[in-house]
């Protein structure tokens, strides 16, 4: 691998000249943290800028990683007991409860607005269901571990997705200048909400999840027959990507509603569909 690195990359260069390859994981990470803040927290919420949870959602996150691969190895009383005493995530965890916590409090005491859509505001404001079919009030504990927990789901989709994205943008600087003046159009500090409002926004991230979908790796079969919100029926028994990707690249399944094919990426697509819906 050295050799290759040295060859491929290192190679070709004259005297004098230098490469530095960088590290972009850092960068990365903290774009995904930011992301993931202005939908689960609000854009005016103290968490969005919170270091110290960034740092341990990531770090909760890296943990998972490498506990998959032991219960994967080895008997679950066995792998449960590696994990907790060499792979534990509880100081983490109990850091993450220490900067929510106190969000969670003050908005329920009316002393932080609550005012904007968000993730967190959902948590708080929907019970706790059990399966007698009682209910309770979110704790301020039960909230903290589920951000928790959902950022360590869909960390791997805020990756593919945000790797995805940024490709495509780079191919098209018109693009980015467009997004840029339709963002720069709105009347108010760009939020969530108001920049899914923004139609190019809207047809250009549904066009990725469409045209990516099969990086999402849903290699499992469905445990029943599943309805899409295009109305469309994916059996029980299905392997998941190969339905997936037929619902969203196959022209006998889905319309079409740009004269660009379905097996080429076009982020004005359902601009342009919403344009001919409108005549």
């Not at 504990?141 to 869909?154: D, Q």
């Not at 250009?204 to 295009?230: C, D, G, N, V």
């Not at 969203?248 to 342009?272: A, C, G, H, W």
């Amino acid at each position: 691998m050295n050799e290759i690195f040295h060859t491929e990359v290192l190679g070709g260069l004259e005297p004098g000249e230098t490469k530095q390859i960088d590290d972009i994981t850092g960068p990365m990470e903290k774009t995904l943290s930011y992301m993931f803040s202005l939908n689960f927290y609000g854009t005016e919420s103290s968490l969005i800028d919170n270091k110290v949870l960034a740092q341990e959602l990531m770090q909760v996150s890296r943990i998972l990683m490498r506990a998959v691969p032991v219960y994967h190895i080895f008997p679950y009383p066995i792998a449960d007991k590696i994990v907790k005493n060499f792979i534990s995530a509880d100081k983490h965890l109990d850091a993450i409860l220490d900067q929510v916590t106190p969000v969670v409090n003050g908005i329920r005491s009316g002393n932080i607005p609550d005012d904007e859509t968000s993730f967190i505001s959902m948590l708080i404001k929907h019970p706790v269901s059990f399966h007698n079919g009682e209910t309770n009030a979110r704790s301020a504990s039960n909230t903290a571990l589920k951000i928790a927990r959902t950022f360590c789901l869909t960390k791997m989709t805020l990756v593919h997705t945000n790797s995805f994205m940024m490709y495509e943008l780079a191919r098209r600087p018109e693009l980015v200048q467009e997004l840029r003046e339709a963002i720069m159009k709105l009347d108010e500090k760009p939020t969530a909400k108001s920049l899914n409002q923004i139609p190019l926004i809207d047809s250009f991230l549904r066009e990725l999840l469409r045209h990516k979908s099969h990086t999402f790796m849903h290699i499992r079969a469905a445990k029943k027959e599943i309805l899409l919100s295009t109305g469309q029926v994916i059996p029980e028994g299905s392997i998941l990507i190969a339905a997936v990707n037929d619902a969203q690249r196959d022209p006998e399944m889905t319309p079409m509603i740009s004269d660009v094919p379905l097996n080429q990426f076009d982020p004005y697509r359902y601009l342009k569909g919403m344009k001919k819906r409108r005549k």
